[in-house]
C-alpha cells in the first residue's frame, strides 16, 4: 500500500540542519511528484516515523540516513529499518572520508544492514547520489508494477502449477504481469470481458488487448516478441545453444565480431544465474544486480549487435550435414551453422520425492522462485541447499517471510558457499541454518503445509509447518539431446580440450586431423561453455569469460585451424 495520496514514501534522517537542507533540496527536487518525502531530525524520530508509517499501511521505498547522527548512528538505524519495513531499500550517506576508507561501512552493507553507502549531496549537481537513489528506487518498485501497470493480466486457478509457471516465465523476463484467481471479482470481470469462461483456464490478456488461453511457451515468446523479432532465415555462422550467461557473453562477442548468431533458449535467458535475487560477487556491481536484471540487459546487449533469438524452443538433437552443423529444434524446424557453442547449463536436482513433486508450482519450487517471495509475508518456509544460489535465495525470502530455514545436508556450508553470503546469513535474526539434514516427506491438502525432515546423523525425522520449499541442489548438466560422439566426463559434463584423452591418448574422431582447441568437444566445430562443461568453475563470471573466449576459438575452426 502506498501513502494516502497515492505515492510511497521516501525517508530520509540527519541531525545536521545544513546537511538535511541539501538532502531535502535533491529529494524534492528530483522525486516528489512521485513520492512523498519524509524528513526526520534523529534516528529515534526517524523509527517511529516509520512505525506510523507502517502502521497506516503505507509503503517506504527508500529510507537514508546519515552517517554521523550522535544519538543513534547511521548503520543502526537502517539496520533496525527491516523490523518495520522489510523491502525498504536502505541508503546511508557518509562523508567523503568516510566513502573512501576503512572496513566498516563495506561489513555493513556485507551483513546486509544496509543496501549501499554514497557521500551526502553537496553543491548541484549530484548526478551520481541520484543515479544510486534512481536505481534503489528502481529495485524497490519492481514488485509493485505487476499490480499497478502490468503488461500482462492472467487469470487462472489459484493453486494451479500451469498459472504459476506462465507467471515465473514473465517474473523472469521482468516483464510486469498481475495474477487474479478466477473466483475473484477482478478475474470474473476480466474473464467477461475476454469473452472466456472458468473453464478455458489460464487466461492471458495481453498488454495490447490480445487474449491467450493456456498458451504454450513458444506461442508468448512469439506474441510478446512480435513477428519483426522471430528470425526468418535458418542458416547462420553461430548457433548457440543456451541464453545463460556464457551463452549470453558468445552472443556478445560472435555477433559484435560480425558473425551472424542464433541463440536458442528452451526456457527465460539467464539459465540458473537468472533466478538469483542478487549476485553481489559479479565484477563491476558494487551493490550487486540481481540475475534477472542481468540476463536482461545481456540479452539487450546481444540483440543490438544482431544476434537473432529462438526463445521457447529446446535443442533436440545435432549432427553433421554436407559440412554444416544442423540443431533440431522442439518445434520441429531445424537451423543449420557453421559452428555450434553448446551452453546449455545445469538445472536443479529434483529431490525425488512422490508426494512432493506432486506439489510442483503449489508451495515446492525448483529454482529462487521470486515471483513467490512477496507471498510468503509472515509465513515460515525452507530452502534445500548449501552453494550460494541457495543462500542468496534465503536472504531474499527473509525480507518476506517470519523465518527461513536452510536446509543442508552436509556438516558446513563454507566449502560450498562464499563467505560474504555466509555472513550476512549469519547477521539475519530469521534465518537459521540446519545441517545434516534432508527432506524425505511432506503434503498438505491441495498445497505444501508440512515437511518430514531427517536428521542424517542419528537417523531421527520430524514433521514441521512449512509454507514453501525452495530446491537449489546440485547440478545435473542438460546434455541429453547431444549425440554419443560428443564425450562427456564425469557425471555427464561435457568434456573439451585437454579432458578428451583416454590414458595418455587424445581422443580423436575419425573427422578430426588435429586436437580439438581448448573448449572445443570431441565433434569438430562444436564447443562447450559454462556450468555444462566437464570441471568448469560454478561461477556467473566464469561463465561469461569462457562464453568470450571460445569467440576467439570460433574464429580460428572458422578459419580453418
Known amino acids: 500500500m502506498t501513502a494516502p495520496d497515492g505515492r510511497p514514501v521516501i525517508l530520509a534522517a540527519c541531525e545536521d540542519p545544513g546537511d538535511m537542507q541539501r538532502i531535502e533540496r535533491e529529494l524534492r527536487a528530483r522525486y516528489e511528484a512521485d513520492y512523498r518525502v519524509v524528513l526526520e531530525g534523529s534516528g529515534e524520530s526517524g523509527l517511529e516515523a516509520l512505525r506510523r508509517l507502517g502502521e497506516a499501511g503505507e509503503r517506504v521505498a527508500l529510507v537514508l540516513a546519515d552517517q554521523q547522527m550522535r544519538e543513534m548512528g547511521g548503520v543502526e538505524f537502517l539496520g533496525r529499518v527491516r523490523e518495520v519495513h522489510p523491502t525498504a531499500k536502505r541508503l546511508l550517506l557518509t562523508t567523503r572520508t568516510e566513502r573512501s576508507g576503512g572496513t566498516i561501512l563495506p561489513q555493513a552493507m556485507a551483513l546486509g544492514r544496509i543496501d549501499f553507502f554514497e557521500p551526502k549531496p553537496g553543491p548541484p549537481p549530484n548526478e551520481t547520489f541520484h543515479e544510486i537513489v534512481t536505481a534503489l528506487l528502481e529495485e524497490s518498485g519492481r514488485p509493485y508494477r505487476s499490480r499497478t501497470q502490468p503488461a500482462v493480466r492472467i487469470v487462472g486457478q489459484k493453486r494451479s502449477q500451469r498459472s504459476y509457471e506462465i507467471r515465473d516465465l514473465f517474473e523472469r523476463y521482468l516483464i510486469p504481469c498481475a495474477f487474479y484467481p478466477a473466483d475473484s471479482e477482478e478475474g470474473r470481470n476480466l474473464l467477461r470481458e475476454a469473452g472466456r469462461t472458468p473453464e478455458t483456464l489460464p487466461v492471458l490478456v495481453m498488454q495490447d488487448g490480445q487474449v491467450l488461453v493456456d498458451p504454450s511457451k513458444e506461442t508468448i515468446a512469439d506474441v510478446h516478441a512480435g513477428a519483426d523479432a522471430i528470425p526468418t532465415n535458418d542458416s547462420f555462422d553461430l548457433i548457440v545453444v543456451g541464453g545463460g550467461p556464457a551463452g549470453l557473453a558468445a552472443a556478445v562477442y560472435a555477433s559484435s565480431e560480425g558473425l551472424s548468431t542464433l541463440v536458442v533458449e528452451g526456457e527465460a535467458v539467464g539459465g540458473q544465474a537468472g533466478t538469483s535475487s542478487l549476485i553481489r560477487n559479479y565484477l563491476g556491481f558494487a551493490r550487486g544486480i540481481s540475475g534477472q536484471k542481468l540476463a536482461r540487459e545481456a540479452f539487450h546487449q546481444a540483440s543490438f549487435f544482431g544476434a537473432n533469438f529462438r526463445l521457447m524452443r529446446n535443442a533436440t538433437g545435432v549432427r553433421r550435414s554436407d559440412g554444416d552443423l544442423v540443431v533440431s529444434l522442439s518445434d520441429g524446424t531445424e537451423v543449420s551453422g557453421q559452428a555450434v557453442i553448446v551452453a ?90 540446519r545441517l545434516n539434514t534432508r527432506v524425505t516427506g511432506g503434503g498438505g491438502a491441495g498445497r505444501l503445509e508440512h515437511l518430514t525432515l531427517e536428521d542424517v546423523s542419528p537417523g531421527s525425522t520430524e514433521t514441521v509447518p512449512a509454507a514453501a520449499l525452495f530446491v537449489l541442489i546440485g547440478a545435473e548438466p542438460r546434455t541429453g539431446w547431444l549425440p554419443g560422439e560428443i564425450e562427456r566426463g564425469e557425471k555427464g559434463f561435457i568434456a573439451t580440450g585437454p579432458d578428451l584423452t583416454r590414458g595418455s591418448q587424445t581422443v580423436l574422431r575419425p573427422s578430426q586431423d588435429r586436437p580439438p582447441l581448448l573448449l572445443e568437444t570431441s565433434m569438430p566445430g562444436v564447443f562447450a561453455v559454462g556450468d555444462v562443461r566437464y570441471r568448469s568453475v560454478k561461477r556467473v563470471a566464469s561463465a561469461v569469460g569462457e562464453g568470450s573466449i571460445v569467440i576467439q576459438q570460433v574464429h580460428e575452426y572458422l578459419g580453418g585451424a
Open 344 to 433: 546449455t547449463g545445469a538445472s536443479y536436482r529434483r529431490l525425488n520425492v512422490p508426494e512432493l513433486e506432486a506439489l510442483d508450482g503449489v508451495g515446492v519450487f525448483y529454482g529462487a522462485a521470486t515471483t513467490e517471495a512477496p507471498a510468503m509475508k509472515g509465513r515460515e518456509v525452507y530452502v534445500v541447499g548449501g552453494a550460494n544460489s541457495a543462500g542468496q535465495a534465503a536472504l531474499h525470502l527473509s525480507k518476506y517471510a517470519s523465518r527461513v530455514t536452510l536446509l543442508v545436508r552436509g556438516g558446513s556450508v563454507a566449502a560450498t558457499m562464499s563467505d560474504y553470503l555466509i555472513r550476512e546469513m549469519e547477521a539475519a535474526e530469521n534465518i537459521r541454518v
